[in-house]
């Protein structure tokens, strides 16, 4: 079916992960195209999604709440990777949805050793095979580091405290959530992805220095960051990162020190130049700003 035929059809897409950063711009871009939405949320009365969405309640990973207010008259689902998304892949393909664009990361591509065996990788290679297992009918995403990440220094660059950060001078090409939903909404909307799996990243690699600078520009004004050791990271931070994660983002950063992020100027599926991280950090200038 082309996108021409699921908009002049009654089918709806189901988008879960709705509420989220990829999920809110996928809700807008669908509703834009003229497609009927449904947006899954374990909290409705807290969704906040635009006119227009049908909004159900729902998790991912209980089947008792995975109904038919959820799955009737559905024919194509954005699948957010929640732990227990086995529960709803089972749930869905019962209820006769047949194709499935699926959120992992491209840490499940095992490109780099640090890959093999990192929390992302074994979380987002289970979230795979829970879908690959269940259906043919299978698009997988594969961004690389969310330009969202950076949203964890929000503290520091409002309340003008420095930034203490390890590797300033390893590069990543982060991604911005728009580029990553307007990947799955073409996706959803065509048939010519099915059996694909597919690598989304930034368009440019920047260093951590510079992505802190391209913050203070971004706000105007300049963003204190200091640079500290790994060691130094590991014990100012240990109590709040759990070790597997500590791990892997120390592996990424030491890595990419020596080895930049692989960046990919146009977005795959969409054509488009991926959004620059100037672009991202001028979306997101009200969650750096005291207002
Ligand atoms: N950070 C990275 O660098 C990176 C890189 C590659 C891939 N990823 C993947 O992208 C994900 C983040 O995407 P995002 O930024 O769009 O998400 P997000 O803003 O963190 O939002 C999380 C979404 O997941 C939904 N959700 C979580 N558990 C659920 C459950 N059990 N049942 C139903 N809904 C559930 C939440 O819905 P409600 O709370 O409304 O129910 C919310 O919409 C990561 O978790 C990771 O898997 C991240």
Redesign the pocket.
């Known amino acids: 079916m082309s996108s021409t035929e699921i908009r002049q059809s009654s089918q709806t897409v189901l988008v ?8 809110r711009h996928l809700v807008t871009t669908l509703l834009e195209r003229g497609v009927a939405v449904r947006a ?4 409705p009365e ?2 906040a999604l635009p006119e227009g969405v049908e909004v159900v309640a ?5 089947a008792s709440t995975l109904g038919a207010q959820v799955f009737d008259g559905v024919d194509r689902v954005f699948v ?5 998304v086995d529960v709803f892949m089972d749930a869905a393909v019962a209820a006769g949805v047949q194709r499935f664009t699926v ?5 499940a591509a095992m490109e780099f050793p640090r890959d093999h065996g990192s929390a ?1 990788q074994l ?2 290679s289970a979230v795979e095979a829970a879908v690959t297992e269940r259906t043919a009918g299978w698009t997988i995403l ?5 330009a ?2 950076l949203l964890e220094w929000r503290f520091q660059i409002r309340s003008g405290v420095p930034i203490r950060a390890p590797y300033v001078e390893s590069a990543q090409a982060p991604v911005h ?1 728009f580029d990553v939903a307007e990947a799955a909404a073409e996706t959803l909307l065509s048939d010519e992805y099915v059996g694909q799996i597919i690598p989304i990243t930034g368009p440019q690699a920047v260093t951590r220095a510079e992505q802190v600078a391209t913050l203070g520009a971004a706000i105007g004004r300049e963003i204190s960051l200091s640079e500290i050791t790994a060691d130094e990271f590991r014990s100012e931070m240990g109590q709040y990162i759990p070790q597997p994660i500590m791990k892997m983002l120390l592996d990424y950063w030491s890595d990419t020190l020596v080895t930049p992020d692989r960046a990919r100027p146009v977005t795959p599926v969409t054509g488009k130049p991926g959004r620059t991280l100037a672009e991202w950090a001028a979306d997101h200038r009200t969650d750096f700003m005291i207002v």
């Open positions: 879960t992960g709705a509420t989220g950063a990829v999920g899954l949320t374990r909290k807290d969704a729902g998790d991912l990973g209980d957010f990777p929640a732990r227990g959120l992992s990361s491209l840490a992302s979380h987002h594969r961004p690389g580091t969310f969202n990440n959530e």
